[in-house]
């Protein structure tokens, strides 16, 4: 039986302001679109904490058994400076101050951003379509809106009508702000904008001459608006309707809130199940941000040349300092806060090391039942990291008793037992145990290929308890054993 039948999982839904029990449209399948980073620069480890609180959610529904399909786009163009609908496209100006082809501005900060990801144990989305590769599909859109008489061409470019929208519809339900206090608070228009209202908001643009991203389009030579790309390229792959949204807190309005007025007005049917926006990092208590340069880069945190850091933490201390705050409260970072983090996350490698070498022994004195069921609890009140750390730090009390010989258990529960302190610290949280990454690979080889003779001692001694506990002590630590004609393989 898959797990997630077993467990009833809460999500906070941003659109109704509660936790809801999550049902997805499909049963068994997720359907998840997160807004992907705008590749003109370095990401910094603020937009990394986003990323990886969805991360955490991706693996935790892949853990439940669901089958999931994870799109985070890549925005690489259309995302104008000040996200606003006039003046230059971050992607542009970068290119226009570096004197490069935009396109090689795209292709240096996603290499970037890959690379962090990977160093930093992401799992790779399903799909991660960009802007640029979805202008037919966005300018279909356009077509749809214009049709239903919700958008309007002006000079050129093509703007939603939010006025209009808002008379059968409801703009502003998602980050409750009221449209008439949009009005009564916006300036007037200065003249030189092509708008009939200020909130209004680009679908189309047309390109100035001098702006090198452009394509053809009914109306200009010109390029897609930001909102539009992230409703092309989630509707694309996952539907008119599918499960969940999310983004960063900053991007609900009025990122968010355009994109559900750009999905009603094209089909009639608000588009998401579930929003979910993940809160910020701060650093000295501001907002990290790329624009002011209050913002510490993930490769320094991993080298330590930075002036708030007094040295280098690894990729897993940084991951476990953010899943130790849940994801919709605001976390500050700071040195004191990350030396912290690492003694917690080193206490935790530890019981894990200890943990495969602990013998079997017949009383249980931990109910591992209840311990479960705060585990699973914890995650299923809407991906509740911190909580469950606890838990899992009451594991380790556990481990350091039975290293002791003060506690036991039974044969059974103990492989449950390291079964799940696996699961949750590996697999869902995505920590990774250093000491075996960072350690001489070639010692850790020879000592595995040591293991791999002795168990296969065993078997021609016919010991099969010793080479069978071999095998399983090796996949307890994430080391997997293939058998085939050549002899045996390890896998790390
Ligand atoms: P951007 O590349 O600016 O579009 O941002 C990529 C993602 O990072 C978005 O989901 C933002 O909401 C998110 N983000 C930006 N700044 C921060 C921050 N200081 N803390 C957490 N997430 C952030
Ligand atoms: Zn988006």
Not at 399 to 426: P, Q, R, W, Y
Request: negative net charge; hydrophobic residues 40%; glycine residues 6%.
């Amino acid at each position: 039986m898959p797990l997630y039948k077993q467990h009833s999982l809460k999500i906070y839904n941003s659109l109704s302001g509660e936790k809801e029990v999550f049902t997805p449209i499909h049963e068994g399948n997720v359907g998840m679109y997160v807004c992907g980073p705008t590749v003109y620069s370095n990401v910094h480890l603020g937009n990394v904490r986003t990323f990886m609180s969805f991360d955490m959610i991706f693996r935790y529904f892949k853990h439940l058994d669901y089958k999931v399909r994870y799109v985070r786009n890549i925005t690489d163009v259309g995302h104008m400076v000040d996200d606003i609908d006039e003046g230059e496209d971050k992607i542009a100006k970068k290119a226009r101050l570096e004197q490069l082809e935009p396109m090689e501005i795209v292709q240096r900060y996603t290499v970037d951003f890959h690379d962090i990801l990977d160093k930093f144990n992401f799992l790779p989305p399903s799909i991660e379509p960009t802007a640029t590769g979805h202008i037919i599909e966005q300018i279909e859109i356009v077509k749809v809106i214009l049709e239903k008489g919700l958008a309007y061409e002006s000079n050129g470019s093509v703007y939603f009508d939010v006025v209009k929208f808002n008379e059968n519809n409801h703009y502003g339900k998602l980050s409750g702000r009221n449209i008439e206090d949009m009005m009564a608070n916006s300036r007037d228009l200065d003249g030189q904008s092509d708008k009939k209202n200020p909130q209004d908001f680009a679908l189309w643009k047309k390109a100035e001459p001098e702006h090198i991203m452009r394509w053809p389009s009914p109306w200009s030579d010109g390029f897609p608006g930001w909102h539009l790309e992230c409703t092309a390229m989630s509707t694309k792959y996952l539907g008119n309707h599918f499960d969940i949204h999310g983004g960063g807190m900053d991007l609900k309005f009025p990122h968010h809130e355009c994109e559900i007025a750009q999905n009603e007005a094209a089909t009639g049917n608000t588009p998401v199940n579930y929003w979910m926006h993940a809160n910020m990092l701060t650093l000295n208590g501001k907002k990290m941000a790329k624009s002011t340069g209050n913002n510490i880069l993930p490769g320094e945190i991993l080298n330590g040349d930075n002036e708030f850091l007094s040295k280098a933490f690894s990729a897993s201390v940084a991951r476990f300092f953010m899943m130790q705050a849940h994801y919709r409260s605001i976390l500050d970072f700071s040195d004191d806060a990350i030396i912290a983090a690492e003694k917690g996350f080193n206490r935790l490698m530890e019981a894990m090391d200890n943990l495969v070498t602990i013998d079997f022994a017949a009383a249980s004195s931990l109910d591992i039942r209840a311990w479960e069921d705060s585990c699973y609890e914890a995650m299923n009140d809407d991906f509740n990291t911190p909580i469950l750390i606890a838990n899992l730090f009451e594991g380790v009390r556990f481990i350091n008793l039975m290293k002791d010989g003060s506690a036991t258990l039974s044969e059974t529960d103990l492989k449950h037992f390291s079964k799940l302190m696996h699961a949750f610290v590996f697999e869902v949280l995505g920590l990774e145990n250093e000491k075996l990454l960072n350690g001489n690979n070639d010692k850790l080889e020879g000592v595995i290929n040591m293991l791999i003779d002795m168990r296969n001692q065993a078997r021609v001694n016919k010991d099969f308890t010793l080479s069978d506990q071999i095998r399983d002590r090796l996949i307890a630590l994430g080391i997997q054993l293939k058998d085939g004609k050549e002899g045996t393989s390890f896998s790390l």
